[in-house]
């Protein structure tokens, strides 16, 4: 199994063995990445669907970048540049430094029962969505 390139602030190892324990590591924001935590409802508003493929083909044409989904909590996470200045919007929220993020493993890009996370889009090297293109994402969720 591959490390994923936006867990670079852990070692490999250690990556790998929360992977193996839990199919998910706890990474810390705001070195390799920064990421924006929206309301699952939120990004079904703004995609105009509940359907998720019409939802995978909108984030990916909209966001550019990795985001995944936490199906316990509601929420949606899309990963941004670290440092970016944080995006205020209603229901939103910033997770820079001093936060950690669950990274489920690169190859979970599809809900399952044993599984509370997965990819959406999955990371690819390290590219990661433009802050204003979540910014625009969240506009249209409130038109």
Known sequence: MNV??????????EVQEQWLRR?????PCGHAFAAVRMPTNLVHTAART??????RIYLTHTLHGPV???RTTHHHYAL???HTP???????????TNTYLGLPR????????????????PPNSQQLC???AVTALLRRAVR
């Open 86 to 96: 944080p995006i205020n919007h209603p229901h939103t929220r910033y997770l820079g």
């Open 80 to 82: 941004i540049p670290p």
């Open 50 to 55: 509940r359907e998720p493929e019409q939802i």
């Open 68 to 70: 995944l989904t936490d």
């Open 130 to 132: 433009p802050p204003q």
């Open 23 to 27: 199919s998910i590591a706890l990474v």
């Open 4 to 13: 994923h390139p936006l867990a670079a602030v852990l070692s490999a190892r």
């Open 106 to 121: 690169p190859d979970l890009t599809h809900p399952t029962t044993h599984h509370r996370c997965h990819w959406i889009i």
